[in-house]
């Protein structure tokens, strides 16, 4: 495996040797990627998402979002074969763990009392966006596990601390196991849009992200009972158990009686002043915390411009004047729903991000759930990821689901800590997996 620490190791793909063995280019830039094969590659994945789209990961770049300065610095991984790419990842240089959802400051803080830096590490992710799915494009398995071994050599010989891969697919995770990488779990609440049978057990949880297994209730084989999409928001609360759906009227009943109504807009349709009185709200979300935000106003920008396609806006209103926000994103329409006549049918939405300007009593669940599932039903998208954290989201019909991470350390002794670490860590997830199981806001057959 050869492997270029610096971009240009060939000049441009067409003067790679046909024969040549897999070479690893390193570009310190989303801007020197071609965008159209990046694409391409990514179009090819199990479980593709729009945060690993050129377009998104340039803007993060470009915005000032994450570049060094912010400490992501990129090196952004090509492997070649000939003229071929077979595969490619965003990797940052970390100095900090900020804006990774997968918590390793414990790690940090045990190497700096030994006296060993943890920073610079490595992270192969899409900066401040917890959500799963593919980050080894490949062309196919052997060449994502190619890719990682690379990529974790590579590590080694500038002599970092550790490469972390955060929540990829399972066909990620099976490359780095493969290249000694450790598992991590983790859990999300995610909503799927199917109401169970009335004879069917009540659901527990979903099965992991990017598991091959179809995603559905446990079990989620080929014996698993058939599920319909939900009518309406009121045949999605039919399922619920009696004290869920009562909850979840009463909630909205405040909302709607404090005064505030609430529009949605897609795509080309959210206007100037949408996405200026969205980043007022999303920057007072972090200023409440004490924290500047993550993200700038020149990459909401650059959404609107280049990716206005993947995004729903839903504003309150209150007196005829915009009072909060939120903003999802959806996924590319399958290929198994292209016979619909809606252009959302089958995808996948994911929350993103949300503000507020006035308070008012439950609207952060209408404006973050209730609101986007109902859309979600009208337009028959498939599933609703919910992003970080939220054990609340269960009583909104959000489910546990498992995701996943992957982590190399170089020093042999911090990796065997680790290892014990996370095999205990492992055990504990999987009972708070069962625990919350135990909790499911779907009625029973016999309720």
Known sequence: MQAGGRPGEYRNAAQRPADAAPALQVLDTPAALDAARWNALLARQPSPTPFMRHEYLLALHASGS??????????????????ELIAACPLYLKSHSFGEYVFDWAWANAHAEHGLPY????????????????????????ARAALIAAVRDWCADQRLSSLHLLFGDEADLAACEGAGLMRRSQVQFHWKNGAPPRSAAAPAALPPVGALAALGRPGGGSDAPAERPFADFDDFLAALTQDKRKKIRQERRRVAQAGVRFRWAAGNDITAEDWAFFYRCYRRTYLEHGNAPYLTPAFFAHMARHMADVWVLFTAEREGHPIATSLIAVGARPESARGSNDAYAGAVAYGRYWGALERVDCLHFELCYYAPLDWCIAHGVARFEGGAQGEHKMARALLPVATHSAHWLAHPGFADAVARFLARESLAVDGYLGQLGERSPFRRPDG
């Open 119 to 142: 920073y610079p590490k490595a992270v192969v992710a899409v900066p401040f966006t917890p959500v799963p799915g593919t980050r080894l494009l490949a062309r196919d398995q052997a």
């Open 66 to 83: 994450a570049v060094p300065h912010t400490g992501w610095a990129p090196r952004f991984m090509l492997l070649w074969a000939g003229s």
